[in-house]
């Protein structure tokens, strides 16, 4: 999940939220001691179905079910091992994991507008900013769609987003551009596809900021 | 030909205890740790208190950080889950696995480079908590895993490998845990299973946070002569201030004791703790007599060990925080869920 200091730290005007009684949590895959008790052995790290999620059992629920959480190399049986494709077999497996989790998180959030050739990514506090930006320059006749990145890893959506315009901007809160060197490490967007827009001055972001950011370079553009 | 009837045989460690288990049961994986290493002597000594104590493994849960010492969660109760958390953060760990599920018995293993350098914040304040914990600190004043460098318990003058002495002032685990409220506090060796054992019972029987400081020398990196935490130093210095026996059922000592010095503590189990001071005017229920009594070994350059301050009477983290005695574990979500009203009523509160 993507949060940030302003988010935490300061108050916010929120919809009235609300609680659905019928939810319960879903602990995924957990073992009880009857479902054990049909297993020849508990392996705690062997996947069974491809997803990269192995089943897990909780402390307490039976010597079957116990096993050793190492920081040294272990095989799908949580014994250690020191045998590289065992140890592979692992790190493998947790790729799956990741790359499997990326089509469970939190899917981006969109404000579009008909025939926008411009994208505006970003996240966390600099949305309000960034919505109000995309106002201004549509009075400018500079239509953007926005898309807010809510999760990593990055969900195909994302991908799909930013090639979907000729012009993109990542529009984030520090002087590096660490959400767009991520998106080009995960996806592999080219870095020059996308234009940063980095504000790391310590105040909230405005739409200021964003606007005179997107005209400039649009101007050198078409310059 | 006619085969021999063999007199039944049984080895000693395959007696039984309570629960039917022998020792060996309660034994773990093979350790890798250098031959001769102090680490393994607390297994050892580990797996005879658990066996004596007769736990059951899979209500244990066995909870390390970082370094040689804290491999030691792999090498007993193979049946029982174990963690090998990041380094110096098993006292948070322990912190957030006793708030879910006060119905195990948690036993954790640390080293003097993960509780008193990286680890000394989240040591001192699963203290200051008074988890209901065994913690067990394997002390042999350097950074073994990592190849010998000093830690911070190290004592002034001690000596490296390569000669060099160590001249910053230690951190002596005991003198920290007395200070800031700790409500069972013991140190041992080692070499010394007889008085070791009966520590680690009572440790894990205590209902609160029990601190055991075990000088366990390392042999590979300061095992040599100028160190002070080398077999050989603890074994000429170590002064035992008070002898702990471990009593499993307190009816068992309720005839009165010939002996005045004795102080029996009754734990909360229903077992008790014989504690004999070897000076006579040692209280080991006095918080301050305890402190004052190691200082004073500390500057005649002794160690003080025993079962040196124990006060059964405190109240742990779940009484601190009033939790049910039903572990959270085992409610149900709807019980544990304050719902839609509960939100509705605290947004209504905000307006
Ligand atoms: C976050 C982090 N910092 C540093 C290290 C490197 N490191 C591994 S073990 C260790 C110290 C271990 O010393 P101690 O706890 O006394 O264990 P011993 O090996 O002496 O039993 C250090 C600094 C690490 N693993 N993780
Ligand atoms: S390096 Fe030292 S502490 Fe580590 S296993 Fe060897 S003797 Fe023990
Ligand atoms: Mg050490």
Redesign the pocket.
């Known amino acids: 999940m993507a949060t940030d200091l302003d988010i935490g730290m300061n108050d916010w005007m929120v919809k009235r939220l609300t609680w659905d009684d019928s939810y319960r949590p879903d602990h995924g895959k957990v073992l009880d001691a009857a479902a054990l008790e049909k297993l020849k052995r508990f392996s705690r790290y062997h996947d069974v179905d491809g997803d990269g999620i192995a089943a897990r059992t909780l402390p307490g629920v039976g010597g079957k079910g116990a096993y050793f959480v190492r920081g040294s190399g272990h095989d799908k049986h949580a014994a250690y091992t020191e045998d590289s494709d065992a140890y592979r077999e692992l790190v493998d497996r947790l790729k799956r994991k990741f790359d499997h989790a990326a089509t469970l998180v939190p899917r981006p959030a969109y404000t579009r507008r008909p025939n926008a050739d411009v994208g505006l990514v970003t996240l966390g506090s600099c949305d309000a900013a960034v919505r109000e930006a995309a106002d201004r320059l549509a009075d400018q006749e500079i239509i953007v769609d926005v898309m807010r990145i809510r999760s990593f890893p990055f969900a195909d959506e994302v991908r799909e987003f930013i090639e979907a315009y000729d012009s993109v901007f990542v529009i984030e809160q520090n002087r590096d551009g660490q959400v767009r060197t991520l998106l080009t490490a995960e996806l592999g967007i080219p870095r020059d596809a996308m234009t940063p827009i980095l504000d790391y001055g310590g105040m909230p972001l405005t739409a200021r900021v964003v606007v005179e950011a997107v005209t400039g370079a649009l101007s050198e553009v078409t310059a | 030909m006619t085969s021999i009837v063999k007199p039944p045989v049984r080895h000693p460690s395959l007696r039984t205890n309570t629960l039917g288990l022998t020792l060996r049961d309660y034994e773990g994986v093979m350790s890798t740790?250098?031959a001769?290493?102090?680490?393994d002597s607390v297994t050892a000594a580990l797996v005879q208190a658990a066996w004596e104590l007769a736990l059951e493994p899979h209500r244990a849960a066995k909870m390390s950080g970082i370094?040689?010492?804290s491999k030691t969660t792999a090498y007993f109760m193979k049946q029982s889950h174990g963690f090998n958390s990041v380094h110096g953060r098993m006292p948070s760990v322990t912190t957030g696995a006793a708030a879910a599920n006060r119905g195990l018995t948690y036993i954790g293993i640390s080293g003097d480079g993960d509780s008193l350098s990286i680890g000394i914040g989240q040591l001192a304040h699963a203290i200051r908590r008074n988890v209901d914990m065994l913690y067990v600190i394997e002390n042999?004043g350097?950074y073994?895993?990592t190849?010998?460098q000093f830690s911070a318990s190290a004592d002034v003058g001690s000596t490296s490998k390569r000669g060099e002495a160590n001249e910053m002032s230690p951190i002596d685990p005991v003198l920290l845990a007395l200070s800031i409220g700790a409500t069972f506090v013991a140190r041992s060796f080692s070499g010394d299973k007889k008085q070791l054992v009966p520590i680690l019972k009572a440790g894990i029987a205590h209902k609160g946070f029990a601190l055991v400081d075990v000088i366990?020398?390392?042999?590979?990196?300061?095992?040599h002569d100028g160190s002070t935490k080398s077999y050989l130093y603890t074994r000429e210095h170590e002064v035992e201030a008070v002898h702990a026996h471990y009593v499993p059922v307190l009816s068992e000592i309720s005839l009165p004791d010939s002996d005045d010095a004795v102080r029996v503590v009754a734990m909360h189990d229903g077992s008790a703790v014989r504690l004999r001071p070897t000076a006579t005017d040692y209280d080991p229920t006095d918080r301050t007599s305890a402190e004052a009594h190691v200082r004073a070994c500390q500057d005649r350059g002794e160690i003080a060990t025993g079962l040196l301050f124990v006060d059964e009477k405190s109240r742990d983290m779940h009484e601190l925080l009033k939790t049910p005695d039903r572990p959270l574990i085992d409610i149900p979500f709807e019980q544990l869920c304050p719902g839609s009203a509960a939100l509705e009523a605290l947004m209504d509160g905000h307006r």
Do not use: A, Q, R, Y
């Open positions: 740790l250098c001769g290493c102090g680490h370094g040689c010492s042999n350097v073994g895993l190849k010998g366990s020398p390392c042999v590979t990196f300061n095992d």
